[in-house]
């Protein structure tokens, strides 16, 4: 069975053995400009899914001049990958993006995929006084850990918010919310301005799912996310989430749901907000890429986070982020030390500061996006994502468990159509996780 743990410190584990005998070699130092002994002309193949993938060729290559980097960006990763993994001939380094992405837990209970712990405790690329882990920002890591291995690194940071027009605001004279009361008192003035208040894509209602989990998480803090992670036996029950979900009622209770959101897919939602048809919208930070001919001229798009219950949150700075975008090096690559050197490459600041200019996404990268002249909506998601620091809200259960994900996004639509009561919502998605906790045909996964 899979579990995902915390990484057991390389540095840690060798102070315990070394503490239990006497007289032993030490091990050689590791050079800090070379810490995995990378040959100065193997070759090195990246295949990656997104363009941005490649970026760390062109350091990797001023660092060993006589080293061959081959980056290919494919859209069918698994076509290309599978059939080599299985002849034991791999590419080097994969970013695993795109629609033909590799299913990862299967490659992992295959032991096809390199321990990175060796990458984490190595000093930065571009400084060396820190440690690669250091450098990342937290709670990015778990999602790429398994069975306490951290098997890859996932590099693009996702940020959840509320999106609002900045210029809309200003010219209504409305301020940003600051509590949940707030937003639904500001709900109000949008509906009196003619204005559907709160649009989101009913016929895909995780994003309200999201909605509730960030501010259960905002309340009752992180414990309130790894019992549900965790199938815990009432982990839906918990407090936190029961006032959430109200909460959330509250937006149709006060009637301030945009008219058709219960039919919008996210498209038509996100239409209608750019139109400003509507006032607040919930999504992630993808939003501006996805819909940028769309962005009317003026309309200066930010997030907020999405606001507390009340004014004594857990989590006062909480917003959710996702770490997407797994980097792996396969165990059998022909140049792994390469492999490594390249990630090295890819997660130091000027390499990520490249990725953000160019991709106009955040990575997982600490500071890499400080600085840069970017737009107000990147700027908004980056500006969250570093006052969050360790208040990040994450959660894993969605990808883990696809179908029950499905079933607590489809309750919840349900719910705030009107078609659930309280109790009736809090019982069908804990009696579905129940269930899954029983199915033994489904693998496990554990977070500490």
């Not at 999201?210 to 918990?238: S, Y």
Request: aromatic share 8%; hydrophobic share 45%.
């Amino acid at each position: 069975m899979l579990k995902r743990r915390t990484v057991l410190q390389g540095a840690l584990a060798g102070a315990l053995l070394s503490g239990c005998s006497s007289g032993t070699t030490p091990p050689p130092a590791v050079d800090p400009a070379n810490p995995f002994d990378v040959a100065a002309d193997a070759p090195l193949e990246v295949l990656t899914g997104q363009e941005y993938g490649g970026f760390g060729a062109a350091a990797y290559r001023k660092k060993y001049p006589a080293v061959t980097v081959t980056p290919t960006v494919s859209d069918k990763l698994r076509d290309l990958v599978l059939p080599r993994v299985a002849a034991g001939n791999p590419p080097d380094v994969v970013l695993n993006t795109g629609d033909g992405q590799l299913a990862l837990p299967r490659l992992v209970g295959q032991d096809q995929l390199a321990d990175l712990r060796s990458l984490l405790e190595a000093p930065g690329w571009d400084n060396a006084d820190v440690t690669v882990q250091d450098a990342v920002l937290p709670g990015m890591l778990e999602a790429g850990r398994y069975d306490g291995t951290q098997r890859t690194v996932n590099y693009v940071a996702t940020v959840y918010g509320l999106w609002y027009s900045a210029s809309l605001f200003q010219r209504f004279g409305w301020d940003v919310p600051r509590t949940w009361p707030e937003l639904l008192a500001l709900g109000t003035e949008m509906k009196a301005a003619g204005l559907g208040p709160f649009v989101y894509a009913g016929a895909h209602p995780y994003y309200v799912l999201e909605l509730v989990l960030t501010l259960a998480a905002k309340t009752g803090g992180h414990d309130v996310l790894k019992r549900i992670d965790n199938l815990e036996d009432g982990a839906w029950k918990d407090e936190s989430v029961t006032r959430a979900i109200t909460a959330v009622g509250e937006l149709a209770k006060r009637g301030l749901i945009a008219p058709g959101s219960l039919e919008f897919d996210h498209i038509a939602s996100q239409k209608r907000f750019l139109a400003s048809k509507a006032g607040l919208l919930p999504c992630g930070n993808w939003l501006e890429n996805e819909m940028k001919p769309l962005i009317p001229s003026g309309f200066v798009l930010t997030m907020l986070g999405v606001p507390p219950l009340d004014g004594s949150p857990a989590l006062v700075r909480g917003v959710h982020v996702a770490a997407t975008a797994p980097y792996l090096v396969p165990e059998k690559a022909k140049n792994k030390a390469g492999g490594l050197e390249y990630l090295r490459a890819m997660l130091s600041r000027d390499v990520a500061a490249q990725v953000t200019t160019e991709s106009n996404q955040l990575t997982v990268v600490r500071g890499a996006a400080d600085g840069l002249e970017i737009g107000t909506a990147l700027r908004s998601a980056r500006d969250l994502l570093t006052a969050a620091g360790d208040q990040v809200i994450t959660w894993y259960f969605a990808d883990w468990y696809p179908d029950f994900a499905t079933t607590a996004a489809q309750a919840t639509g349900q719910f705030l159509a009107g078609g659930l009561a309280l109790p009736e919502w809090t019982a069908r998605i804990q009696s579905a996780a129940d269930k899954l906790k029983q199915d033994k045909a489904v693998t496990k996964y554990h977070r500490d």
